[in-house]
């Protein structure tokens, strides 16, 4: 199994193995989904291997500049600023996604925008002073792409568009937020909305009133490359 995009390696304690996780989803679940990988690279190392629990972006970068872990899964933006801080870090393996609704096989994934179709939207423009859920600040596909690709589409900075927005602090986050109302949009990256589809968390269409309650339904309205 490949890691995504910047993985990276620095000095650190020979004795056992961390590795920290940008949380784009919860950390139970980011450790859970992990642990084949965790338990292999014990028998092959032959010593502890464990992932450390991080609550967001930054200090996952913080704990690979500082050496607190040895290797880190980041996103591009995250990875820039952490080879900003340190030169010495490097990206060794990146992984490699399969096809979903939102996603195209290999090794890349999009930033989306997404809005509930019950709420009669399908049009950037009716989105004018409504409320965002964006990820974390250091995320490539739910802050830097948004800030940059849809704030040009939308001739206007993303506070400017936006009456209010909000950072989530996951990807899982900000989809519950759009599920649950409390949001009208939120950009996530399009592999983890594919994931919420195949857990039934979210309907790819609209099917009247034969969809679980617990299902929303969701459209994207935006997806610039990420």
């Known amino acids: 199994m490949a890691l995504f995009a910047a993985p990276l390696h620095a000095e650190g304690d020979t004795e056992s193995l961390r590795i920290a996780l940008i949380p784009k989803k919860g950390i139970e679940e980011l450790i859970s989904e992990y642990q084949p990988l965790t338990a292999y690279l014990s028998d092959e190392l032959g010593m502890p291997v464990e992932v450390v629990p991080t609550r967001s972006y930054e200090s996952v970068i913080d704990a690979i500049v500082s050496g607190g872990v040895d290797i880190a899964w980041l996103g591009p933006a995250s990875y820039l600023i952490a080879k900003q801080r340190d030169p010495h870090i490097e990206p060794f393996a990146r992984l490699t996604l399969e096809e979903g609704y939102f996603t195209a096989a290999g090794n890349h994934y999009r930033s989306i925008l997404l809005v509930r179709r019950a709420g ?12 965002v859920a964006l990820t ?38 900000a989809l519950d937020a759009l599920l649950e109302g409390r949001v009208d949009a ?3 990256a399009s592999m983890r909305a594919d994931q919420y589809l195949q857990s039934q968390r979210m309907e790819r269409d609209t099917c009247g009133s034969c969809g679980a309650r617990n299902r929303s339904t969701t459209t994207p309205l935006y997806s610039p490359a990420g």
């Not at 490539?140 to 989530?168: D, K």
């Open 120 to 131: 009669g939207i399908s049009r950037i423009s009716q989105l004018k002073g409504g409320r």
């Open 136 to 173: 974390d600040p250091a995320s490539t596909s739910g802050s830097l792409i948004p800030n940059s690709e849809f704030a040009a589409a939308a001739g206007t900075r993303l506070e400017r568009f936006f009456a209010a927005q909000v950072y989530a602090g996951s990807h899982d986050n």
């Open 186 to 188: 939120a950009f996530v």
